[in-house]
Structure formats: C-alpha cells, structure tokens
C-alpha cells in the first residue's frame, strides 16, 4: 500500500521541517519527503493544500477506564475519541479496576489497542502495588511489558522514602516517576481552588502551595537519585517557577499542562459547574498567565489532556461530591491552537507540544515524521471553524465545560501506521 500526502504544510518540529512538501508512506512507513514527489504507483493521494500535516499528536495523559470502569470509558470508544482529536498516540494512566500494576493488565491494554483500537496505547504502570503508597512494583518486568513510566496518579507518594527508592529503581531502567503532585493534608478536602471564588461559593478551598510544595520535594528527590520525574498537570505559578529553577540547575524533569488549564480560571466554577471541577482544581487568572508563560519559554513541556471521562452519576450530584475530571481529548488541538492566535506559540512549538516533546518526556518511540518512522500523521486545518455538541462526541461521556464553545481548527484526517482512522465530515 503507497499513499502520497501532496501540497501540505508540513510541520515536523523533530527536524526542523516548517515548508510545503510532499510526502510518501509504503506499508505504513514514511519513505519520503520532498518537493513534487511523482504519485505514480500510488493506491492513494491525499491532497492537503491548505492543510498541516504534522506527526501524530500524543498525549501523555489519559484514563481510558478500562479494565473495570468502562461504562465511563473503554479502550475502543477513548482512542476513538483521540483519533477525533488528531491524537495517534496516548498514555493511559493506571487507575483502573484492578489498578495497572501488573504485566497481565500492561498486555492487556496493548493488545487490545491494537486489535481494536484507534490510536497507539502506551501503559503507565502505578509506582506502588495497589496505589497503596508502600511496596514498590516490579518495574523491570513491567518495563519489559511494555509499560512506559510509573505513577499513583491521583494520588500523591506521601511518602518521601518510598518515593526516592521509586526514584532510585526506576532511574535504573531509565524510566520516568510520573508524579501527581498534591499533599492531601494541606488540600485538606478542598474542591476547587482556595481564594475569594470559594469563599462566595461556599466551598472549601485547596490552595497552591498543596501542589507546590509537593512538586518542590519531589524535584529535590529527583536532584538527589538523578532520576527522570514528569510533573502531570501543572496549575500555579509556583510550581513553574520551581520547575524552571530545577531545570537551570540540571535536574531531569519535565512537566505538563491541560488546555482546561491554561484557557479556564476558577471563575468557571460560578454555578456550581461541576463540569469545571478537577483536581488540580482551575486557579487564577494570574496562573493561567503563569501556564501561558512556561510554555512560551519553554519551562512546560508538554500539552496533555487528563482526558478523564465520568458518567453522568458521577456528575449530577452537589459540587462536593461530584468526581474530578473532563474529557479533553476532542478539544485539545482548537484550545492549543488557540496559544498560536493570542501569540503566546508559534505554530510550530504548539505542534511539537503535542508531537516531539511529550515523545521524548516519556520515551515514546513516536511524534516525528522521519524517513523509515511510524507513519502516524495528523492532518490539520487550523482555521476550521466548529461548535462542539457533547452529544456528538466519540468518547462515551458528556463531562467537558466547553460544551457549545464555538472552536477553531479541527484534525482534518488522523492516519495510524498509514491507515486512516479518523476523517472528519466537513
């Protein structure tokens, strides 16, 4: 199978490639790239004049529910939904039920992607046993499975000896610590960010410092064992303020930060939006700034979603109780681009937030278009205007505070090892 991509604007931050070319892909590999490539021979071309043509958007953060919740999520409707989003690539996070700490589930999830699903699955296994905070995981054999990083998400390693042996076994296999950062003693039960919002509202606050001053322990661990630790989900300014000081002095981290919070503040949880509550929860204008910032410098690595899909039990309930999370992966790429209109990013270091840089935070073997890769591409048109109607989206859930938002750029086509998975109905 040959297929030739003609008159795109390709944008490949891995090479430097920012121009109109062609490009070629035999059995699922790129072969090509250049300027009036011939097509003769090809079962297939694409015209994509006015169109991006990048590498596969990846995102590093993701619950696919599955096994064990998937009336919220499954591997087939979550890829599904990140094939809608222009995404051939996903991490998925380790809270499922029975949690991911073993090699059976690691299998499990990769088989099954690749046999049914819609995008790449990349496992994360839990750091500790359960989420239990104690024993750690056997991470050579989950390494050798197919597991690409270790994380309790959700929940933070209280404590701080079981996270520098973590540190210390992980760095050995050259595997990152994903670390949810957040002390449940100064969060302290709060439901959405501490400040005059909640205190209008009524409700208990969690303030900055319950993720600062967890993310200023774990870099110090990871300055001391010399491992590789990636922060998830960044939300103050604090915290990239420490991790920008810790990368001047040659820690090994990285970091992320969600679409909802660089575009939102707390004052979208006015009403009571339970679609608006997440942990960690929306902060201020001036964090949102903060996020902005980072990424413009380079401090933030990646854009990732916490695409976190809940059913609507779980949501149509009071504020307290209502559980954390939106689904992310549909509305990434326009709320990214985005970034590139209000010139915080160039359009090419918006892609490669998406494609190259979360690829090398967690050693994804994905995310560029070189000769002889994977060819995972997205096809994007960044002034393609749409109005995002939950009922209609790929994932199961209905959870997103950008319901009825009028976006801008969409992925036109989403091709998975040369095969397309997602082509958008214009």
Not at 70 to 79: L, V
Not at 155 to 181: T, W
Not at 218 to 243: K, Q, Y
Not at 342 to 355: D, F
Request: glycine share 10%; with cysteine; proline share 4%.
């Amino acid at each position: 199978m040959k297929t030739v991509i003609k008159n795109g604007h390709i944008i490949d931050p891995s090479q430097d490639i920012d121009g109109r070319f062609d490009l070629v892909i035999a059995e699922g590999v790129i072969v090509e790239i250049g300027e009036n490539l011939a097509t003769e021979g090809a079962d297939e071309v694409i015209d994509a004049d006015g169109l991006l043509v990048t590498p596969g958007l990846i995102d590093i953060h993701v619950h696919l529910r599955d096994p064990g919740y998937e009336y919220k999520e499954d591997i087939i409707t979550g890829t599904r939904a990140a094939a809608a989003g222009g995404f051939t690539s996903v991490a998925c996070m380790p809270n499922t039920k029975p949690v991911n700490d073993n090699k059976a589930i690691v299998h499990y999830m990769i088989n099954k992607a690749n046999l049914e699903g819609s995008a790449n699955v990349f496992p994360i296994c839990t750091i500790t046993k359960g989420q239990k905070g104690t024993s750690l995981v056997e991470m050579g054999d989950l390494k050798l499975a197919g597991c690409i990083g270790f994380s309790d998400d959700g929940l933070n390693v209280e404590c701080g000896d079981v996270l520098r042996r973590a540190m210390e076994y992980a760095g050995g296999f050259s595997m990152p610590i994903i670390a949810h950062a957040e002390d449940e003693g100064i969060k302290s039960g709060g439901v959405m960010n501490e400040g005059r919002v909640a205190t209008e509202l009524g409700l208990a606050g969690n303030p900055w410092v319950a993720e600062a001053s967890t993310v200023a322990r774990d870099l110090m661990l990871a300055e001391l064992t010399g491992a590789r630790l990636h922060v998830c989900h960044i939300s103050t300014r604090r915290t990239v303020e420490l991790i920008r000081e810790a990368k001047a002095r040659g820690v090994k981290a990285t970091c992320e930060v969600t679409p909802h919070h660089f575009t939102l503040t707390e004052e979208a949880v006015r009403g009571y939006d339970v679609n608006a509550k997440m942990g960690p929860p929306l902060r201020t204008a001036d964090d949102v700034a903060a996020m902005k910032e980072g990424l413009a410098d380079g401090t933030i690595d990646a854009i990732a979603t916490d695409h976190a899909p809940h059913h609507i039990d779980d949501k149509n309930v009071e504020f307290n109780v209502a559980a954390n999370g939106l689904v992310g992966l549909e509305t990434a790429l326009p709320l990214t681009l985005n970034l590139v209109r209000e010139g915080v990013l160039t359009m090419k270091q918006a892609i490669s937030c998406l494609t190259d840089r979360p690829a090398t935070a967690l050693n994804i073997p994905r995310g560029t278009l070189t000769c002889g890769s994977v060819a995972d591409i997205t096809l994007i048109d960044p002034d393609f205007k749409w109005t995002l109607d939950a009922k209609t989206m790929k994932t199961k859930a209905r959870n997103t505070p950008f319901d009825g938002w009028e976006l801008t750029g969409a992925a036109m086509l989403t091709m998975r090892q040369g095969k397309t998975t997602f082509q958008r109905e214009q």
